[in-house]
Every structure is written in C-alpha cells, then in structure tokens.
C-alpha cells in the first residue's frame, strides 16, 4: 500500500517563532509527520524548520528555497545547516519562484528559470556531497567550490514545478516534486509528467516523491470570510507564473474575467469575478469533516505528502489563535 503522509506548513499564522518549539511537538504527538516551511514575504524559509527540526523528530522541508535570490553557495550552506541540525530528516526543495518575488522585490532578472533550476540541483548534488565543485553553465558559474561541513547523510532535493518544462526536471533530477495552486482533480496530469520524465531518465517513477501544499480557510462561511478568499486566490493567479499555469489546466476561459479586470485596474471586479467553482477547488474550506475529505482526495489523486497552509481572516488575533489551533486538532492524522 501507498505510504501517504500529513504535514503542516509553518510558520502558523498567529503564533510567533518562539511559540513553534511547543506547537510542533504537539503537532508530532497528533500524527503529523512533516513541517514544510515557505518563503514570500515574512520570515525565511530555513530559521522556523530549525525550530521545528530541533524540538521534534518531523522531518522538516522548505518549500521552497529560490534558485535566483540565493547564491549557489550560500544555498548548499543553508541547506548543510539545517541537514546537520535535523540529519536524515531535511529536505531542501528549490525552485524559480516568480517575477514578482525575483524581479519586483529583489532587483534581480527573472530569466530562464527551467535552466536555472536545472543547475542549481546538478550543483547541489555535488556540493552536498562534500565534492570540490567547479561548475559552469548557462545561468551561473562556481568556481572550486566545497562546504567545509557537509551532511553527514544525502539531503533529498524535491524540484517545485507547476507546467511540464519543470515537471519534467522534476521527475529526471528531483527526488520530489513540489506542487501548488492545483486542484484534486489537476494532480494526475501533472504527477503523469513527472513519473514519465523520471522513467525516461532511468529512475524508478515511484521514487520521486509528490508533495503538495493546499491551502485551508478556517473561517465560518460569511461574505467578509468569502471576500477574503478571493482576494487570496486573486492575488496569487494573477502572477505571469500561475496565469500561465492555469492556462495550461485547461482554467483559462473560466478566469479570462478575473484577469481582464485585473489588467483593467479594477481589483475589486477582478475579486468578484473568480469562478465560485474555482474557489471551491483550490481552497479545502467548512466542516473538519469537509477539509479532512477535501485532503484524501488530493492524496487519492496521486499526491503523497499533503501540507496544510492553515488560515484564517478572522480579525481578532487571539480568535483567531484559537481557531488555527482548534484546526490543528481537528484535522489531524491521528483522527482518521
């Protein structure tokens, strides 16, 4: 039978790092075996995976590490760092990220990001293994590099991939592939592209791990709680990355309204014109019950690490506290 596993994204809304050492534990002891940590823009992607990585045995991920924004270097050290902090327990997912993150806010050339991600792995795997690397490509040179404290064991490398170009590289050098923004019913054509790009380069298809983060909206239906959702489903699709993701699903005729009015400059029409059908399907959403079904459907559908991404809009800090902890319970493994 198919190992299937239930992780949680952190950090938590709400809570601040120094609470996440308890949280964590907690977590572990209700049956969650994974903490995957992200990076837009609050705090970095490695610093709450020590946390967790040192209070618990989870095994901790980032989801993902940018290929642009960090140096070759300096990535295989970070990720050396948290491979010695949590040893067999680390995984380092990489990928482009987007325009937004790399250009807009990093002053930096969004610029063949298939071809750097592509490097980037062939030059984590010799830097991780402790090898003297000299390395020249497209999109970047290294010249004699070697981490004076390389992991002890190999750290897998799971490849963030949204259309076939990347989820092919996933599935010919990635020990995992990191999917986002993707309904149940879109993960077999993508994990498809995966395993045949990973039985054409000579691997086991089975080998290559598929994890997906999914985003849970905690609060009681209401239009303030409606209206929060589609701001946060409008706000990510309309990134050149995920409009052209959803292209390619076969959504573009469904969100052509929302992406007219958001080139139009009007963001409220743009809010109001996502598809309920879409909302629905991207944001697990109701009863325990609804979002625990919600999530066996994604991994029925191929994926075997399911990450929630807690969240809520409720306003009140401390509520809204209570809410994502109570969810935390709720959903966890150990209650199936």
């Not at 642009?68 to 327990?89: I, Q, V």
């Not at 010249?143 to 092919?168: C, W, Y």
């Not at 066996?296 to 902890?325: F, H, I, M, N």
Request: some cysteine; proline content about 7%; charged content about 20%.
């Amino acid at each position: 039978m198919r190992e299937t596993r239930w992780g949680l994204t952190v950090p938590v809304e709400g809570f601040a790092l120094t609470e996440h050492a308890e949280l964590a534990r907690e977590a572990e002891a209700l049956g969650y075996s994974d903490a995957w940590s992200f990076e837009a823009d609050g705090v970095d992607g490695f610093t709450p995976l020590a946390v967790v990585g040192g209070a618990t045995r989870m095994r901790v991920g980032i989801a993902i590490a940018n290929v642009f924004t960090r140096g070759p270097a300096t990535l295989a050290s970070c990720a050396a760092g948290l491979a010695d902090l949590a040893p067999g327990r680390f995984c380092l997912g990489v990928g482009a990220g987007s325009q937004v993150i790399v250009e807009a806010w990093n002053g930096l050339r969004f610029t063949k990001p298939l071809t750097r991600v592509r490097e980037t792995v062939q030059f984590l795997r010799a830097a991780l293994a402790g090898e003297r690397v000299v390395f020249k490509g497209e999109t970047f040179s290294v010249d004699g590099f070697r981490l004076s404290r390389p992991p002890a064991a190999p750290v897998p490398i799971h490849v963030a991939a949204l259309r076939p170009g990347m989820l092919r590289v996933a599935g010919e050098l990635g020990d995992g592939a990191v999917l986002n923004w993707l309904t149940a019913e879109d993960v077999p054509k993508s994990v498809a592209i995966v395993r045949e790009a990973a039985a054409k380069a000579g691997r086991d298809p089975a080998s290559v791990e598929i994890v997906a983060r999914l985003f849970v909206n905690l609060d009681p239906p209401s239009p303030e709680a409606d209206t929060a959702v589609r701001r946060h489903v409008t706000a990510y699709l309309n990134v050149p990355v995920y409009a052209a993701f959803h292209e390619w699903l076969g959504r573009g005729g469904e969100l052509q309204p929302m992406w007219q009015a958001w080139r139009a400059g009007d963001r409220k029409a743009a809010v109001a014109a996502v598809p309920a059908r879409v909302l629905d399907a991207l944001i697990l959403r109701g009863s325990p019950d609804a979002i625990r079904a919600g999530l066996r459907r994604y991994l029925a559908a191929g994926v075997d690490t399911a990450v929630l991404a807690l969240g809520s809009a409720e306003p009140d800090p401390a509520k809204r506290r209570e809410a994502l902890r109570a969810a935390l319970r709720a959903l966890a493994p150990t209650q199936e």
